[in-house]
Nanobody, 126 residues
Framework: QVQLVESGGGLVPAGGSLRLSCAAS????????MGWFRQAPGKEREFVAA????????AYADSVKGRFTISRDSAKNTEYLQMNSMKPEDTAVYYC???????????????????WGQGTQVTVSS
């Protein structure tokens, strides 16, 4: 059973940057595909980015390509989401998620993720 804990959310002005962290326990992140999703008020949870480290592939939502980047610190078993050039429409609760690396569905499929963090609020002011 993998436990995920997000941190790093907060308030940032438009154009600013923020880095989210997702600390994993109960498993090593190299054994999982790790993803980030977000949910704005009144909207459905949507895919942001994901990566399978051991396979070397990543995926990003079109809305964040070129602005957001996934990275990791394997020694800390922690995944990061670096968010640059942020926009007010990036405001949401951000969730870290994990699924077995062998899962066949595309990495952007929300229901394919088995493990979820509690979420961290990100607010971008205009």
């Amino acid at each position: 059973q993998v436990q995920l804990v997000e941190s790093g959310g907060g308030l940032v002005p438009a154009g600013g940057s923020l880095r989210l962290s997702c600390a994993a326990s109960g498993g090593t992140i190299s054994s999982y595909a790790m993803g980030w999703f977000r949910q704005a008020p009144g909207k459905e949870r949507e895919f942001v980015a994901a990566i399978r480290w051991s396979l070397g592939d990543t995926a990003y939502a079109d809305s964040v390509k070129g602005r957001f980047t996934i990275s990791r610190d394997s020694a800390k078993n922690t995944e990061y989401l670096q968010m640059n050039s942020m926009k007010p429409e990036d405001t949401a609760v951000y969730y870290c998620a994990a699924r077995p690396i062998t899962t066949a569905q595309p990495m952007g499929v929300l229901y394919s993720y088995h493990y979820w963090g509690q979420g961290t609020q990100v607010t971008v002011s205009s």
